[in-house]
């Protein structure tokens, strides 16, 4: 099915529900199941935590005399990125990977990035395809990463294929609200 072909839903043009549909999960685009795919059949269960849709909290609430019951001036800002990737034998409290599926960067992601490097000195790795994982600094928390499922199609639909799809999505964790 051609890009151009999708009605429109809401803002952008997205695929419709069963193109984004990976087992039980409806993502918020192609992109995003196919990073999620790719994330999760090149590393093992036991080698990474991957939450989906972590809020980060970019500004807090602002109220009038900063009374907890004041007039409320400012209403917090959240974000959400795609993924939040630990290694769960690296103990450091910063020792995480923050990544976002774009298909169209907008303005409004560029400030809230800026935003959240200022807040919590990290960065957000924004991805427009499978190959964009290669420039995501894996060693940084610790793994080691078979680069030839990010570069070769063929190899990663074959073990995304293979793979149990309900083993593979029960292993996204659920984000403490």
């Not at 807040?119 to 060693?139: A, F, M, N, T």
Request: some cysteine; glycine content about 6%.
């Amino acid at each position: 099915m051609s890009f151009f072909n999708h009605k429109h839903n809401g803002k952008f043009n997205t695929a419709p529900k069963a193109d984004r549909t990976w087992g039980s999960v409806v993502f918020d685009s192609r992109l995003e199941m196919l990073i999620a795919q790719t994330i999760l059949v090149a590393f093992k269960p036991e080698q990474i935590h991957i939450w989906r849709q972590f809020k980060f909290e970019l500004i807090p609430t602002q109220r009038e005399g900063g009374l907890p019951k004041g007039r409320l001036i400012f209403k917090e800002r959240r974000m959400s990125p795609d993924f939040l990737i630990r290694n769960p034998e690296n103990t450091r409290p910063d020792a995480y990977l923050v990544i976002d599926a774009k298909g169209m960067m907008l303005p409004d992601f560029v400030l809230r990035t800026a935003i959240f490097y200022w807040r919590y000195k990290h960065e957000i790795y924004c991805v427009k395809s499978p190959k964009d994982l290669l420039k995501v600094p894996w060693g940084t928390i610790g793994l080691q990463t078979d680069n030839e499922i990010f570069l070769n199609g063929r190899k990663r639909n074959e073990r995304i294929r293979e793979c149990n799809v309900t083993e593979q999505l029960s292993r996204f964790i659920s984000p403490a609200v």
